[in-house]
């Protein structure tokens, strides 16, 4: 094994189809017209020294190192700043550029420190290799003079010049000595990032980065996305683990396991420990581009609180008894069949985690299936993206987005719908900024003012702040606009849909009541502004749709997600780059759960457990009758509990006592069975009421595949031996055949080959495949053997794209007298999911607690103050937070995360839920606000029976 190194070819590549050829030290080259010469000098294999240039930003021409001579041509220009031309003959090493170059590093090397020995970048410094790229052996201007570098001056006095390091962001260090003002890290909030978060302050010898107005890292602006680390050519910004673990040695690409986005990295090491995460440049899902979540938050791999041994109790009040794996599998068998035995093959099942590979879930519904006998498997897609795969199956007949991410760089008009990318999918957040500086327009439908509505240099055209609940109504008016103005394109409706069922939507969404005079009304926007997004998206180029779980998450998130497809169609807005409608999906693997199996009335592939032709590929190859009766969804599941007729679970790498509706309910679900099972890394909040502990492995000791929300398959590769002894696939095979399974998998691969061999859509897919492409979209397969980036190219998986009328019926959440306000709940930046990695790593920093949002009017007639302790109640139950008083939401709405087990949101969401999936209805809930003094009651009783359930005896006891 050995470290990658990635090329750094200066500036960003050049999108032309016209090339011009050039001479470069003798050499002819051909590249595309507008390349850089210092580009072209590295294409043909000649690597021109540069400090200021990288090929992340654009170039910048400040650092005067590239210079070159050109035949013809006056001076010497810069290199990365001078397009390549026809005929243009270039030497980038004359006696006149050694001389010219030297001088420029004496001056640089003047100003700064020379503890190279102890220098944290030491091996990978880029100002260390120029010095000795140009030649430099003295500094005639010494290395004491008037600088930056020492903290007093020669006589003693205080250094005026001197800025101590600031140490405050917990991942990294700013040293101001070592800087040498080359404006990459600005240049990388700016282009990369768009945050704009950094400046130049000063001049001249003064100059220094600043963050914000001279603040410190962590009280400014930067949201930690490494962007900067990543451009900084010295040490000025470094890695705090580089400074205390040293350079790393070997390293692997390997996929992030946060969101959606699917980020690849390189995961560098030094042995088994890991040194840093990078990301890697051609990654295709992030070009490179990281979050503070992907590259820093990977330290609860190696927290106090991880569990590396199985452990079991008989009654969930009892201490956890920590047990030879051999016990603890061989007691979940035994409980598992006398569950069977007593209550019949349909008392068990088994929840499938979103945040585990591929492999892994394929293997949790096989042993549910072909072991367990019956089709009780569901997984967190329930509670979030169910209604995606429902409705996009119903439009286009397959359950998954359209586009790859790159089509975000293609689009001229957006809409983003019930997301939030720069806090959910912050990687594709920045790409969206981006393109939206370039001059796309961009409409924000969603109840809070998210930073997209405004922030440095982008602005939404239109901001539809609508009332929660009200997605189809306003999708339909949206509609309605379009046809009653003749804005739909006919061509495209003809051709790849059915006419009639079109002529019948067109008649339905043309109706009075879905005007905007009329939706704005019960919305509460303005109907001015619903007529202008439709216009601007039906008539503004090509059109993309992004919606995340605020579109889902309803009574009506299948009914929403058909509409956003009938406005795809209607608009002609599929089947090319830049269009499509892209759900934006919460969890790392959460696409792939769905793709392998992972509901009760689905097989690998989204093919109906009722089909004998599908059942038939697998009972062949499984050596088994399968049950062709969908089975148990998780609040079904819940429900059976409660009335006696389920009574086991296993349940890997979901925590459903935090993340699903109703609290109360999900506890006495769990509390009714006789043999819960988790399967994790922590003892998490529903391992409270479990019986047997199974630790699991994280994203870094295991192989495998994740699919990412544009179904991009990735690779996850193993850079660490498991700390609990096993990767969780092996895991779920040893508990398999404990129950007699006779499974003989020696690596993720064979089970990937199997999945191949069973589903049509990932027929082509295999590792060496992976190997080769870096990554492949499916369907990939004989009709597509290099997989699809973009879907519906030529038609519509299921034919002609269906129309589907969406009547908005209001939910059965209403408010009143005893709950006047509607509260909302998502996710912020710095935290994911339920937290339970993220809460072990310096993330809290940012979020050491949910707070609730709510505006000043709302706050002002509860005389609330920002900070105070708040009861937020409901119909389901109570709990208490503190305020945060905002004008990002709207009066008569609330806002709150649920990253934090204490407040424990959903203890307040109710069980209403999408009339097609289940999926909850987590975005619509009456509530009253009130003061309060701090925890509720049941929060004080909750935190004491949690502690209760996370006893664990000391091995000497646990060996008695």
Request: aromatic residues 8%; hydrophobic residues 35%; charged residues 25%.
């Amino acid at each position: 094994m050995r470290l990658i190194q990635e090329t750094d070819y200066g500036t960003p590549a050049v999108r032309s189809e016209k090339t011009v050829t050039l001479t470069i030290d003798g050499n002819q080259v051909t590249v595309p017209e507008g390349t850089s010469l210092m580009r072209a000098a590295m294409e043909a294999g000649t690597q021109i020294p540069k400090l200021c240039a990288t090929d992340m930003v654009d170039a910048f021409g400040s650092c005067r190192l590239c210079l070159v001579e050109v035949e013809g041509r006056n001076g010497t220009p810069s290199s990365c700043t001078t397009p390549a031309a026809e005929g243009m003959v270039v030497h980038t090493q004359t006696d006149k550029l050694k001389k010219l170059r030297r001088g420029v590093m004496e001056l640089y090397i003047s100003d700064h420190p020379l503890d190279c020995l102890t220098c944290a970048a030491n091996g990978d410094c880029e100002l260390q290799d120029m010095a000795g790229a140009v030649g430099l052996r003295d500094v005639r201007y010494g290395y004491d003079g008037d600088n930056h570098v020492k903290a007093r001056a020669g006589d003693g006095d205080d250094n005026f010049r001197f800025m101590a390091k600031d140490e405050s962001n917990p991942y990294f260090t700013y040293d101001p000595s070592k800087c040498i003002v080359c404006s990459r890290c600005v240049r990388a909030c700016e282009e990369v990032q768009g945050t704009f978060a950094l400046t130049i302050e000063g001049r001249g010898f003064d100059s220094r980065v600043s963050p914000g107005m001279h603040e410190s890292f962590l009280a400014s602006e930067c949201v930690s996305c490494g962007a900067c680390v990543q451009a900084c050519p010295t040490a000025t910004l470094q890695e705090k683990s580089v400074i205390e673990i040293g350079q790393p040695e070997h390293s692997k690409v390997t996929t992030c396991a946060y969101c959606g986005v699917g980020c690849s990295f390189k995961a560098e090491m030094r042995g088994e420990e890991l040194v840093r995460m990078v990301p890697w440049k051609d990654g295709k899902a992030n070009r490179g581009h990281s979050c503070v979540k992907g590259r820093f938050a990977w330290g609860y791999a190696n927290h106090k609180d991880r569990i590396l041994n199985p452990m079991i109790r008989e009654k969930t009040s009892d201490p956890w008894r920590e047990v030879s794996w051999e016990e603890a599998l061989s007691h979940v068998a035994s409980e598992f069949r006398r569950i069977q035995y007593q209550y019949g093959k349909g008392a068990i099942g088994g929840i499938t985690s979103s945040r585990c590979t591929n492999e892994e879930t394929f293997l949790v519904q096989k042993l549910i299936r072909q072991v367990f006998g019956n089709n009780n498997v569901d997984t967190c897609a329930r509670v979030c993206h169910s209604p995606t795969g429902y409705g996009l199956g119903q439009a286009f007949g397959t359950s998954a987005g359209t586009q790859d991410f790159d089509s975000v760089e293609h689009t001229d008009v957006v809409i983003v719908i019930g997301a939030n990318p720069t806090d959910g999918h912050p990687v594709f957040g920045s790409r969206l900024k981006k393109r939206l500086r370039e001059g796309a327009k961009l409409i924000v439908i969603d109840p809070r003012r998210i930073d997209l509505v405004r922030s440095p240099h982008v602005e939404a055209s239109h901001h539809l702040p609508l009332k929660p609940g009200t997605n189809v109504a306003v999708l339909t008016s949206l509609a309605h606009v379009i046809v009653t103005e003749g804005l739909f394109d006919e061509a495209f409706i003809r051709e790849r849909c059915d006419w009639d069922e079109f002529q019948d939507w067109a008649e339905f969404v043309s109706q009075p009541e879905h005007a905007p005079e009329t939706v704005g009304e019960m919305s509460g926007i303005d109907p001015e502004e619903i007529r202008g997004a439709a216009r601007l998206f039906a008539t503004g180029g090509n059109g993309a749709i992004y919606y995340g779980l605020g579109v889902t998450e309803h009574s009506q998130g299948s009914t929403t997600v058909m509409a956003i497809a009938n406005l795809a169609m209607a608009t002609g807005n599929l089947g090319r780059p830049g269009v499509g409608v892209n759900p934006l999906r919460g969890q790392n693997n959460v696409q792939g759960s769905c793709d392998m199996g992972s509901f009760p009335h689905e097989l690998p592939g989204y093919r109906h457990v009722s089909g004998d032709a599908t059942r038939e590929i697998f009972e062949k190859l499984w050596n088994v009758t399968l049950d062709n009766e969908p089975g148990l969804r998780i609040p079904n599941m819940l429900d059976a509990a409660v009335e006696g007729t389920f009574r086991g679970i296993y349940i890997q790498g979901e925590d459903i006592l935090q993340s699903d509706p109703d609290t109360h309910h999900v506890a006495a679900g769990l509390a009714a069975m006789e043999c819960v099972v988790v399967h994790d890394l922590f003892l998490n909040e529903t391992a409270n009421h479990a019986h047997v502990f199974l630790p699991g492995s994280t994203f870094l000791e295991k192989d495998g595949t994740f699919t990412n929300a544009e179904r991009r398959i990735n690779r996850v590769r193993k850079v660490m031996s498991p700390k609990n002894g096993f990767a969780d696939w092996e895991v779920t095979q040893m508990l398999a055949n404990a129950l007699g399974a006779g499974w003989s998998y020696t690596h993720p691969g064979e089970v990937m080959a199997e999945i191949a061999a069973t589903t049509p859509s990932f027929a082509n897919v295999s590792y060496d495949l992976l190997e080769e492409r870096g990554s492949v979209q499916w369907p990939c397969n004989e009709a597509a053997p290099d997989g699809t980036p973009v879907m519906h190219v030529d038609g519509f998986v299921r034919g002609k794209g269906k129309f589907i009328r969406t009547e908005y019926v209001a939910t059965d959440e209403r408010t009143g007298p005893r709950f006047p306000l509607l509260l909302t709940t998502g996710r912020i930046l710095s935290q994911y999911n339920v937290g339970a990695q993220t809460r072990r790593t310096e993330n809290v920093v940012w979020h050491g607690e949910d707070r609730l949002e709510i505006h000043p009017f709302d706050a002002e007639n509860r005389g609330l103050k920002d900070g105070d302790w708040v009861r937020i109640a409901s119909r389901a139950g109570e709990t208490t937070l503190r305020a945060l008083i905002t004008d990002r939401v709207a009066p008569g709405v609330v806002y709150t995360t649920f990253h934090h087990p204490a407040t424990q949101a959903n203890v307040i969401t109710t069980d209403f839920s999408d009339w097609a999936t289940n999926c909850p209805e987590y975005k619509v809930t009456a509530v009253q606000i009130s003061p309060s003094n701090g925890p509720t009651d049941w929060q004080v009783e909750y935190e004491e029976q949690a502690r209760q359930a996370r006893r664990i005896l000391p091995a000497m006891d646990a060996a008695e």
